[in-house]
């Protein structure tokens, strides 16, 4: 009987294997990991943060088109094709908020929703396509209410340029 009772103790001590999370939760994690340091950044007054806009956050193909669009600017010295944020849809984030959900996500994709609020009533919804690399997730394109696909957008508009 002792036995027994000391076995129960230890496995009532033993706290549960927590499992692992959901594809759904872990993409919320992801895209909410990418607006967080940026409130934060404005919460402390800051205006020169900008989301990164690297390996760690865009699909490679996405960060191919972006890292051209970007060569080609710097070369040319004229506006590349994108003059905004992406993240935001805008070139001004103040006063921005978010609220991330994920209608849906499987282990290897995954639609996360973005709505965005610039204070008073100016707001917008992102649509991120996100795909799960070895690395984690990533952003593989980026779609709002003026443009239904931004991978779309620099293929037509990148192509034939160097």
């Not at 340091?37 to 972006?66: C, F, H, M, V």
């Not at 070139?91 to 499987?106: C, F, I, M, R």
């Not at 997730?137 to 192509?159: F, G, H, Q, T, Y």
């Amino acid at each position: 009987m002792k036995r027994i009772a000391i076995g129960l103790m230890l496995a009532l001590a033993v706290p549960a294997t927590a499992s692992p999370p959901t594809p759904a939760a872990s993409a919320k994690a992801f895209v909410e990991g990418l607006y967080r340091p940026w409130i934060a950044a404005l919460k402390r007054g800051s205006n020169t943060y900008q989301p990164k806009s690297d390996a760690g956050t865009y699909a490679p193909e996405l960060l191919a088109l972006l890292q051209k669009d970007q060569r080609i600017s710097n070369r040319t010295g004229d506006v590349g094709v994108i003059d905004w944020v992406i993240l935001c849809s805008c070139q001004d984030d103040a006063g921005l908020g978010y609220k991330v959900t994920v209608p849906s996500a499987s282990a290897t994709s995954a639609t996360a929703r973005v709505a965005l609020t610039f204070g008073g009533n100016d707001s917008t919804t992102l649509t991120l396509r996100l795909v799960k690399l070895p690395q984690g997730w990533r952003i593989a394109d980026v779609a709002d209410k003026d443009m239904p696909s931004l991978l779309a957008m620099l293929r037509n508009e990148l192509r034939g340029k160097k």
